[in-house]
Nanobody, 127 residues
Framework: QVQLVESGGGLVQAGGSLRLSCAAS????????MGWFRQAPGKEREFVAGISWSGGNTYYADTVKGRFTISIDNAKNTVYLQMNSLKPDDTAVYHC????????????????????WGQGTQVTVSS
């Protein structure tokens, strides 16, 4: 079992930046594949970025590629999402997700692949 708590959301103008953090507690964090998803009002939860538990592989949704960066600090049990050049379409609740039992270099990209979820942090981008 792992518990996930997101932080770092807020209100930012278009073109600005935010860094989200997801702190994990529980079992050995370093063996969990991690991901970020987002959900806007009236829309389904969508994949944003993922990282393998080895930290060696990452994958991004086309909508954020080149603007967002996912990274992991196993010593701090924390995964980050650096978001640059934010757009109003990035407005959503951002959720951190984790799952264990995956190959060390595999990135998980769908909601159903993740077992553990945080409560989310709101990101609002004004135009």
């Amino acid at each position: 079992q792992v518990q996930l708590v997101e932080s770092g959301g807020g209100l930012v103008q278009a073109g600005g930046s935010l860094r989200l953090s997801c702190a994990a507690s529980g079992r050995t964090f370093s063996s969990y594949a991690m991901g970020w998803f987002r959900q806007a009002p009236g829309k389904e939860r969508e994949f944003v970025a993922g990282i393998s538990w080895s930290g060696g592989n990452t994958y991004y949704a086309d909508t954020v590629k080149g603007r967002f960066t996912i990274s992991i600090d196993n010593a701090k049990n924390t995964v980050y999402l650096q978001m640059n050049s934010l757009k109003p379409d990035d407005t959503a609740v951002y959720h951190c997700a984790a799952d264990d039992g995956t190959p060390r270099n595999r990135v998980l990209t769908t909601v159903r692949q993740y077992r553990y979820w945080g409560q989310g942090t709101q990101v609002t981008v004004s135009s």
